[in-house]
Each structure stands twice: as structure tokens, then as C-alpha cells.
T-cell receptor, first 119, second 113 residues
Framework: GAVVSQHPSWVICKSGTSVKIECRSL??????MFWYRQFPKQSLMLMAT?????????EQGVEKDKFLINHASLTLSTLTVTSAHPEDSSFYIC???????????????FGNGTRLTVT | GNSVTQMEGPVTLSEEAFLTINCTYT??????LFWYVQYPGEGLQLLLK?????DKGSNKGFEATYRKETTSFHLEKGSVQVSDSAVYFC????????????FGTGTRLTIIP
């Protein structure tokens, strides 16, 4: 079945540094990928929609200059947390949808998530 | 705005026990409702869904009925197994491709033999 791979699964970084998280669709091409964030004991929230070959679409309240998204190919989207601070510590998850088959919608496939801790 | 509230965990049950994980939502109109499951070390997977009132979603012995009158979508299973141990997320969506999901906080379920 369709697989979405996310890397790294966890990362610890110092305050002020940048961290890049990769999301790959392993056996299908995804023109659109989605990035979510979950703070401890809170809901998983959609951050942005990553569009291959064009700018990402950010949800209200998400700083696009802080969370840089690049979708350079049909199988890879990256999320870079720039100048990370402790309040950016969270669980980040990506998802992608395999192409439609026979006009039927296919479910979203999620990566395993990345636990980011900023010290 | 839209929101999803699900029972806080963790929930610990013995094998073969009856499971209910409550989920209620706040939304206008008629969203689609979902349950996602995340097994240890894996990504979120769609468990079941319902797209209109009174629909029942079912999969792997789990069921949930879309109740508009109570704005609920409770997850149930008659006899749980150790392999059901996971984190369960209730979610809703209005968008065409169901990408813009609004999730609950997740409920961690542990089944002991």
C-alpha cells in the first residue's frame, strides 16, 4: 500500500538553529502534501499545504517565514523550522494522498511523525 | 470554529473487554467524521469514517455512528485485543479531499492480556 516516510523521527536542537524535516511518498507521486503539528495534550493541527512547484499555503496563525516549506519534487516535501525556539518543540506530521483511482477518493497517508525538542 | 473533543486517556482495558472512546464535535453544517489510529512506531491510518448523519462506519470490529442530534461519533468495539493497543484520533473535515482535518487530542489505549 501507499507509504509516506518521514525523517528524522526525532531531533534535538539548540535554540536559534534551524531544523529540516523530510516527507517522502515512497510509492506514489504526490502533488500535494500536508504538514500538521501537535503540541502536548493538544489536537493535531494543520499547519500548511505543500504544493509541488508552487508556494505553500499556510493556515491562519502559522508564520510562513519561520516554517519554510519546499516541495521540489513529486515525492518530497521538506519543512524547515528556522531559528527554532523552545516553544517550537512539538510533534510534526506530514501526510499525502495517492492519486485518484477510477474517480474514487483515496485516504490520506501519514508519516510516522517527527518529535522536535528545542533546548 | 470547528473543534473535536475526545475522552482523555490513557485508557487501559483487559483483553476481550468492551471499548468505548467518546468523541463529540462542534461544527456547522454536515462535516465528514473520521477515526484514525496510530499503532506504535507507525503513522496515522484511517480506521473508519462516516459522511452523513446516521451513517455507521466500521472496520476491524470497530464501529462508530454519526449522531447529529448529539454531535457525537463514539468509537466502540465489542471485544478488544492486545493488538488494538494504539492511539486513536477522532477528526472531522469539510474539504473536498478531506485534507483539512480537525483532530481531537488523541486517546491512548492499552490492552492488557
Amino acid at each position: 500500500g501507499a507509504v509516506v516516510s518521514q525523517h528524522p523521527s526525532w531531533v534535538i536542537c539548540k535554540s536559534g538553529t534551524s531544523v529540516k524535516i523530510e516527507c517522502r511518498s515512497l510509492d506514489f507521486q504526490a502533488t500535494t502534501m500536508f504538514w500538521y503539528r501537535q503540541f502536548p495534550k493538544q489536537s493535531l493541527m494543520l499547519m500548511a499545504t505543500s504544493n509541488e512547484g508552487s508556494k505553500a499555503t499556510y493556515e491562519q496563525g502559522v508564520e510562513k517565514d519561520k516554517f519554510l516549506i519546499n516541495h521540489a519534487s513529486l515525492t518530497l516535501s521538506t519543512l524547515t523550522v528556522t531559528s527554532a525556539h523552545p516553544e517550537d518543540s512539538s510533534f510534526y506530521i506530514c501526510s499525502a494522498r495517492p492519486p485518484l483511482k477510477g474517480g474514487l477518493g483515496s485516504p490520506l497517508h501519514f508519516g510516522n511523525g517527527t518529535r522536535l525538542t528545542v533546548t | 470554529g470547528n473543534s473535536v473533543t475526545q475522552m482523555e486517556g490513557p485508557v487501559t482495558l483487559s483483553e476481550e473487554a468492551f471499548l468505548t472512546i467518546n468523541c463529540t464535535y462542534t461544527a456547522t453544517g454536515y462535516p465528514s467524521l473520521f477515526w484514525y489510529v496510530q499503532y506504535p512506531g507507525e503513522g496515522l491510518q484511517l480506521l473508519l469514517k462516516a459522511t452523513k448523519a446516521d451513517d455507521k462506519g466500521s472496520n476491524k470490529g470497530f464501529e462508530a455512528t454519526y449522531r447529529k442530534e448529539t454531535t457525537s461519533f463514539h468509537l466502540e468495539k465489542g471485544s478488544v485485543q492486545v493488538s488494538d493497543s494504539a492511539v486513536y484520533f477522532c477528526a472531522l473535515s469539510y474539504s473536498f479531499g478531506n485534507e483539512k482535518l480537525t483532530f481531537g487530542t488523541g486517546t491512548r489505549l492499552t490492552i492488557i492480556p
